[in-house]
């Protein structure tokens, strides 16, 4: 299993309080897997309910055994062509041996891998793969209601990564997982991202690689608060791809300590990172852009701005790290 490699630029006091902010993110994510879970299996079942330790051949199964009340599923290593909706509860689905598990195909309503709209889920060291459903919104995990954790997964040649509904009270945190030929813009209702979230309180995504894009944008999110540090954005291999980071109608927060290549095969080229490009629905004064290192594929010979602003609420951005042919901030 690959794993974002964390950049290194140039960092300033700020980024290195950035950095230390996301390993404080990752601590908790990785916290709140228990030891146990990676070491319960059933002997006659893929999917065990760790705090009982009652196996299920069904991930479904093992989903409604924990209801509303919270525990944790350890998945055995191997390819599983299954799906499972949580529509209430706290739980955690976790691999037992991390990077061993891969869900393959199988979508539920139409959606996802995992439909989770309980109070709380996490998902650790589970591989995602090819997803796709008609409407062209086929995603590892589909996010709906509550809060949710994701570390150490691995989300490739699906349609979208995760995708969310809109939900202000909620919170998504992402750490150590890596996106990888995501995207498409073939649909008619519009494009597919990696990661693309409605209007969420508050999104985290730390030390996690995106690279190789099929179509639309890396991330696009609508949260009323984004924090994205330690990164990679690897476009060199994308393919009719967008922006690095789309925050269409503005947000608050750090982008911060991440690293950013720009490929040759753009749809749209004319930005890395684009705040309130579908109009200000908030303001983007307390959006911070400072420590990270931006450049052009090699071979590729263009202009263009690593961050554009059409609030015009930045008022510009800190120290960062660029190549050639780009331009710094401009707004539009």
């Known amino acids: 299993m690959t794993h974002a490699v964390p950049c290194s630029p140039a960092r300033s006091p700020a980024s290195r309080l950035t950095a230390k902010f996301a390993l404080g ?34 991930l479904q199964d093992a989903v409604n055994a924990i209801g509303d009340g919270r525990g944790t599923i350890a998945i055995a290593p191997g390819r599983h062509e299954q799906c499972a909706v949580q529509s209430a509860g706290e739980v955690s689905y976790l691999a037992a041996e991390p990077g061993s598990v891969i869900f393959d195909g199988v979508t539920c309503e139409g959606k996802a891998a995992l439909v989770l709209r309980g109070r709380n889920a996490e998902v650790a060291g589970i591989i995602f793969e090819n997803m796709r459903v008609p409407d062209y919104n086929g995603a590892g995990i589909r996010f709906e209601a509550g809060n949710l954790t994701v570390a150490e997964s691995w989300f490739r040649d699906s349609q979208q990564g995760i995708l969310t509904a809109s939900d202000t009270n909620s919170r998504l945190v992402i ?20 990661v ?38 690897d476009d060199a291999a994308g393919r009719a791809t967008n922006y690095m980071i789309d925050l269409p109608g503005g947000s608050a927060g750090q982008i911060s300590n991440n690293w950013f290549v720009q490929g040759a095969d753009k749809e749209n080229y004319s ?43 930045m008022g510009g951005i800190g120290e960062n790290t660029l190549g050639r042919g780009l331009t710094r901030y401009e707004v539009r």
């Open 25 to 58: 993110v990752a601590a908790l994510a990785i916290a709140a897997i228990p030891a146990s879970a990676l070491f319960a299996q059933a002997s006659d079942a893929p999917y065990t309910v760790v705090e009982t330790g009652q196996g299920f051949t069904r």
């Open 175 to 194: 750490d150590r997982s890596t996106f990888t030929r995501l995207g498409t813009c073939e649909g008619a209702g519009g494009c597919a991202h990696s």
């Open 196 to 233: 693309y979230t409605g209007d969420l309180a508050h999104v985290r995504i730390t030390r996690s690689r995106f690279e190789q894009g099929r179509g639309g944008h890396y991330v696009k999110s609508r949260a009323a608060r984004v924090d994205i540090a330690s990164c990679s954005f």
């Open 271 to 313: 930005a890395f990172i684009a705040v309130a490009a579908e109009g200000r629905q908030r303001s983007s004064s307390g959006l911070v852009v400072v420590g990270n290192d931006a450049r052009l594929a090699p071979g590729v010979d263009r202009n263009t701005v690593f961050v554009a602003d059409w609030s015009g609420d």
